[in-house]
């Protein structure tokens, strides 16, 4: 029985390998990416206890090298999600009743082999599966997932301590419940630490979930669950499904325990989902929870005080890292026509030095786009400037899927600053420029706002503290992340919570505590120690 207050391990961050030629880490690194590369897997469904192979086995290939099978993960049906929804039930039964204490023992262990015994074998993964370079890999599928897991556990312990206060004869008291019903968590191919913390984060707080991984994510994903089930994770907690996303819509959101959406994906694919529950309102036992992180057309700013080196750099960065696929990534610049030259002359010249290719050379700084039809449409956009006359292309531009589906970066300089690719979202290596007038910064800022409903990450650039609080203040709702002389990339769990708001979600801060009370509804319970025995107040005399 728990008859003591029990304290958590400080969370701390994750130190991050460097990979650095001739360490040992970077031989293992290696070493474990020709033992992956070299083997094939079958991913199954999970079910409960179960592991269900099903007869339509879809096939896993690196990106940048797609003729090659690393594996096979096995795509379910309406049937299986419904099965995953009976079993998430079932297990409730116990989950939620399991000491906090022993949940978060669970997610702890689950960190600490990530970040130790499967370190290597969690980067190789994610390095294959979703071409990551080796750092981009660390940051993601070792260092922010566990990252993720052990804040998210002391984030647990604050909320529950955070009580009312009690008159004398009473006794107040909050209860974190969990929500009624199961959660359905839908993660994307970009992040394998999102992947992980969209099920756990509501799971900790005591739910259950039925999981749907991006297809193009199924290696990192099936890692992921093996390792929450070695880390003593009950079966049915996670069910771990992937099948026909509407037909697995149809039946989740027409169940009457469905309580909550935990999502990470597109803004369109999120408000069809969330209309979907609005019209079927009416069936289920309570409100249900939706909290979603979508889009984004994220931008740098910068200010005619900034220095050059500095911006170019925020953006080879900022725009580049993991081929643009981040939420966070650096689309559209603004930069004033007075520190042009020398930003173009260094974003060009690290742009141009960029080594392109497969992840197992660690020489090479940018992979492959996550897949064709990822590829095609990135290939368009860089078609679309390449036809027009209101832009052109100053560095990259050229594209070629022959073996995997590799994107030069690409940086796009543009005489309208509502041209299309300034306005659009395109989740790939493509970056646009709009240069203003030096003494224009306050009209281009207005014109900044106007141009997207996203709202998700920002940076801007100034060597002037008057300028910077400015641009703060006019830039308020433009971005949920906002970054001042930094790159609008890489926040950090326990330093940088993470979401944004109009077009680009609920803004409920993922790897903070906000997001974790997403998953839980409140009790107030109220003891009264003497109750009185006769109804007259003193007022009545």
């Known amino acids: 029985m728990s008859n003591a207050y029990f304290r958590v391990p400080k969370a701390v961050n994750e130190p991050i390998y460097q990979y650095e030629p001739g360490s040992t880490a970077r031989e293992k690194l290696q070493d ?111 260092c922010e997932l566990a990252d993720f897991l052990r804040f998210n556990v002391e984030f647990m312990t604050e909320i529950y301590e955070k009580q009312p206060i009690s008159a004398p004869g009473t006794w107040n008291r909050l209860e974190y419940r969990p929500l009624e019903g199961f959660v359905f968590a839908i993660t994307p191919f970009n992040f394998t630490a999102i992947a992980g913390n969209l099920p756990m984060s509501a799971v900790l707080m005591g739910n259950v979930c039925v999981w749907k991984p991006a297809e193009s994510q199924m290696y990192s994903a099936n890692q992921v669950m093996r390792i929450f089930k070695e880390a003593g994770l009950p079966d049915g907690v996670i069910n771990m499904v992937v099948a026909d996303g509407p037909e697995v819509g149809d039946i989740v959101f027409k169940h009457p325990e469905f309580s909550g959406l935990h999502f990470t994906g597109s803004t369109a694919v999120f408000k069809h989902l969330w209309k979907e529950i609005g019209n079927n309102i009416d069936i289920y036992k309570q409100y249900p929870r939706i909290v979603g992180e979508t889009g984004g057309k994220d931008f740098v700013f910068a200010h005619h ?103 030069e970066p690409t940086v796009v300089v543009a005489k309208d600053p509502k041209f299309r690719t300034m306005c659009e979202e395109i989740f790939g290596p493509v970056l646009t420029i709009y240069v203003y007038p030096k003494d224009e910064w306050k009209e281009t800022v207005k014109i900044l706002n106007d141009t ?44 940088q919570p993470f979401g944004g708001a109009r077009g680009s979600g609920t803004n409920d801060k993922a790897g903070f505590y906000l997001n974790l009370l997403r998953w839980t509804s409140v009790r107030t319970l109220k003891e009264t120690f003497v109750p009185p025995t006769d109804y007259r107040y003193p007022f009545l005399g």
């Not at 096995?74 to 939620?96: C, F, M, N, Q």
């Not at 992979?367 to 400037?385: E, H, L, P, Q, T």
């Open 32 to 142: 474990t990416l020709k033992a992956l590369r070299s083997k094939q897997v079958h991913v199954p469904l999970y079910i409960g206890s179960e592991e269900i192979e099903t007869a339509d086995k879809r096939p896993m290939s690196p990106p940048h090298d797609h003729q090659h099978i690393l594996g096979h993960y096995s795509y379910g049906t309406g049937e299986h999600v419904k099965k995953a929804i009976d079993s998430a039930l079932e297990a409730r039964k116990k989950w939620s009743k399991m000491a906090w204490q022993d949940r978060a023992a669970i997610f702890l262990k689950a960190a600490d082999l990530i970040s130790g015994p499967y370190r290597y074998e969690m980067n190789a993964g994610t390095m294959l599966a979703q071409s990551k370079n080796c750092f981009q890999s660390e940051i993601d599928a070792v």
């Open 452 to 495: 997207s409903e996203y709202a998700l990450t920002g940076a801007i650039f100034s060597q002037d503290r008057y300028v910077l609080s400015e641009l703060t203040d006019l830039l308020e709702q433009n971005a949920g992340n906002f970054y001042l002389n930094d790159k609008p990339t890489g926040a950090v769990v326990g330093q």
């Open 305 to 407: 005080t900034a220095k050059p080196a500095q911006v170019a750099t925020g953006l080879a960065r900022g725009a580049f890292e993991f081929q643009g696929q981040k939420c966070s990534a650096a689309s559209r610049a603004y930069i004033p026509d007075n520190i042009w030259p020398e930003v173009k002359e260094e974003l060009v010249k690290q742009v141009n030095s960029f080594k392109v290719g497969p992840t197992e050379d660690f020489g090479n700084f940018v992979n492959a786009v996550i897949d064709k039809r990822a590829f095609d449409k990135i290939a368009s956009y860089i078609d679309f400037v390449k036809d027009s006359k209101d832009a052109e292309i100053i560095a990259g531009g050229n594209y070629d899927d022959s073996k995997g589906y590799f994107i």
